[in-house]
């Protein structure tokens, strides 16, 4: 299936074995120490691969934020166009790239944000590689609107993933969890601007044409012109 070209591949990511298991000890290292540890050790790699290594590896969550010292995350309702995500539930990422978005996006300069994150597979099961869409305001995007956050490590227990979407002979597989119970972080994860690999291919839209769209998918109105 070929997919606009403002999908974003995620870039390649198959770690050697040597890196792979310097990951897994900096991770076993982290958890070996106190409560909810800040995990800043030097890396063998780009910090979003150490990210996505815990995800994909681990079956770890990950939750993006502005605020570093989150002890307990409670489900709280979420505001959505579909089910899944219109719950009274935490929200976390199976992706690494995808939690680093909502870390170093400053989201009190950016009066919305839109964001995606999918794999597909066909009907022999095949899995594709994650492709990315990532925008923000028109207004905002000029001004850089980046900042220091926090990706927290969260125990995958408690979540489940969103149910696969139909498109066509495609099944869309989109990494979003949610725990209907409270979460305790295991460690958190600094990152900054310069962690992001997509950074410089952050999108922009109209939010007057985005409300447009989410009024006409809410009500069924006319799609605008």
Known sequence: ??????????????????????????????????????????????KWQF??????????????SADPS??????????DLRAFGNQKAVYAAGDGIWAMFFAVVNRDLVPSV????????????????????????????????WRKGTVYVLPGDTFMAQPPILVGEYEARIPQLASLEPVRPLARIPVEPADFPFLAQIRA???????EYTRVLETGAPWPE
């Open 51 to 64: 990210l996505c290594h815990l995800a994909d590896a681990h079956g770890l969550a990950l939750h993006g």
């Open 114 to 145: 839109t964001n995606a994150c999918v794999r597909l597979a066909d009907a022999a099961g095949r899995i594709g590689p994650p492709r990315y869409v990532f925008s923000i305001s028109r207004s905002a995007l000029a001004g850089r609107p």
């Open 205 to 211: 839209h109209d939010d007057d044409r985005l409300e």
């Open 1 to 46: 299936m070929q997919l606009p070209d403002y999908w974003l591949l995620r870039p390649a990511d198959d770690p050697a074995p040597d890196v792979r298991a310097s990951f897994d000890a900096i991770w076993e290292r982290a958890l070996a120490g106190r409560a909810c540890p800040v995990v800043d050790e030097p890396l063998p790699a780009e």
């Open 70 to 79: 989150i002890g307990l995350f409670e489900p709280r309702q979420a505001n």
